[in-house]
T-cell receptor, first 114, second 112 residues
């Protein structure tokens, strides 16, 4: 079946612009996670949803970052007034609601802010 | 706070066993995970272990957990060039905490 998809795969934007990154999870997966991964680092947790409810947004770096999942399926991560330090790979994962977090990752969106 | 540490690099010869180590600090961890990331690819879940187990085997992969020392290892038997990748260790805390804390990853190089 189809895995997690993300779009766009690559995004280059100018400093100060807003960007919206999309994640389409595996059908039927309850939980959806957003991570940021800088080069040479492990994934850094940003936020996660169960269905449409945002359960934890403690990893969002500041109020320029927001996420939504209005119908409990597709999610959008929005970064307003982008800065160069926002450049990274943004990864999305989804999982069922079992105890163990068997997260399935999408290919990521490479964001470059110039 | 919570922390996960791994050595950054490991190099082995094809056919040998690889052992990738990880230490963590959260004594209430419930599950511990190993993920694989190949160049230019996404993260792939390899295996995971529940904290009340001390060993799990899955084909060429063996996970060992020493909960007392908070030490996790991944052994890959008969390592192949296709195993070259970055391997991430991650821990999941207790209760309703459904986020993972990740290590920096160990880059495994396999020499023919």
């Amino acid at each position: 079946g189809a895995g997690v998809s993300q779009s766009p795969r690559y995004k280059v934007t100018k400093r100060g612009q807003d960007v919206a990154l999309r994640c389409d999870p595996i059908s039927g997966h309850v939980s959806l996670y957003w991570y940021r991964q800088a080069l040479g680092q492990g994934p850094e947790f940003l936020t996660y949803f169960n269905y449409e409810a945002q359960q934890d947004k403690s990893g969002l770096p500041n109020d320029r970052f927001s996420a939504e999942r209005p119908e409990g399926s597709i999610s959008t991560l929005t970064i307003q007034r982008t800065e160069q330090r926002d450049s990274a790979m943004y990864r999305c994962a989804s999982s069922t609601n079992t105890d163990a977090l068997e997260q399935y990752f999408g290919p990521g969106t490479r964001l470059t802010v110039t | 706070g919570e922390d996960v540490e791994q050595s950054l690099f490991l190099s082995v010869r094809e056919g040998d066993s690889s052992v990738i180590n990880c230490t963590y600090t959260d004594s209430s961890s419930t599950y511990l995970y190993w993920y694989k990331q190949e160049p230019g690819a996404g993260l792939q879940l390899l295996t995971y272990i529940f904290s009340n187990m001390d060993m799990k085997q899955d084909q060429r992969l063996t996970v060992l957990l020493n909960k007392k020392d908070k030490h996790l290892s991944l052994r890959i038997a008969d390592t192949q060039t296709g195993d070259s990748a970055i391997y991430f260790c991650a821990e999941q805390g207790a209760g309703n905490n459904r986020k993972l804390i990740w290590g920096l990853g160990t880059s495994l190089g396999v020499n023919p």
